[in-house]
């Protein structure tokens, strides 16, 4: 089985942030929206996870641009 690389998981991370960005400017436009308040809290769940794991593995997040605070950004 082929392993991913370094450089694919840090594109995909950027592409899954850049969607939260879009998706937190969605929501701010639609407050009350249930949608956009689900998508939200999807992206925060699923870079959260993936940030915690990355720490487990005592990798730089910074490599990842994962080394800001989730809650103050995506939630």
């Known amino acids: 089985m082929k392993k991913m ?3 694919a998981l840090q594109y995909i991370l950027s592409r899954m942030l850049d969607n939260a960005n879009d998706t ?3 929501l701010k436009n639609n ?3 249930l949608f956009y308040q689900g998508k939200q809290l ?6 959260d996870t993936i940030k915690n794991e990355l720490e487990a ?3 730089d997040l910074k490599e990842y641009g994962l ?6 950004k995506l939630l």
């Open 5 to 7: 690389s370094e450089s």
């Open 24 to 26: 937190m400017k969605e």
């Open 31 to 33: 407050p009350k929206d």
């Open 42 to 47: 999807a992206y925060y769940e699923m870079i």
């Open 57 to 59: 593995h005592n990798q």
């Open 67 to 72: 080394d800001f605070d989730l809650e103050d």
